[in-house]
């Protein structure tokens, strides 16, 4: 199974924020929307880094309640590892393992067009196995 599967199911709707926002309002849209990380959108194209629950937590160990006021670019990651279509589930999986990370967005040609969560690889992954152990049944039935 590939990233283009995942995104054919889940669909390619990206969340993002402008590094300009403060990080009141990411937590805003991450509320809103249910979700645990933004794309950051900047002057460079596709994104210019990625806001998570993660970014949040460490800024509020750090610097307390001030960091909500904070432009998300002060606190955003930067070092963003992204993927393509054809990358693999099991490749996305080691990806996001090696790296621990939790969101991957997806980029084609220069252009955004979609995240990837740990969930939704964990999701297709379990959707895999029964498919697989329903299969197996039918087959050994079959006997």
């Known amino acids: 199974m590939r990233v283009s599967n995942l995104l054919t199911t889940k669909g390619r709707d990206v969340a993002t924020i402008s590094q300009e926002r403060t990080v009141t309002d990411a937590l805003q849209v991450l509320k809103e929307r249910g ?10 194209a596709p994104l210019v880094g990625i806001f998570s629950e993660r970014d949040i937590v460490r800024a509020l160990a750090s610097r307390g309640e001030g960091a909500l006021q904070a432009k998300v670019s002060e606190l955003m990651s930067t070092d963003v590892t992204s993927c393509v279509e054809s990358t693999t589930v099991i490749e996305l999986m080691g990806l996001m393992t090696e790296r621990h990370i939790r969101h991957v967005p997806v980029v084609q040609e220069g252009n955004l067009v979609g995240m990837i969560s740990i969930g939704d690889v964990v999701k297709a992954r379990f959707d895999e196995l029964e498919h697989e152990k329903k299969d197996l049944l039918d087959y050994v039935s079959s006997w």
């Open 35 to 44: 979700i645990g990380a933004l794309v950051v959108t900047g002057p460079t």
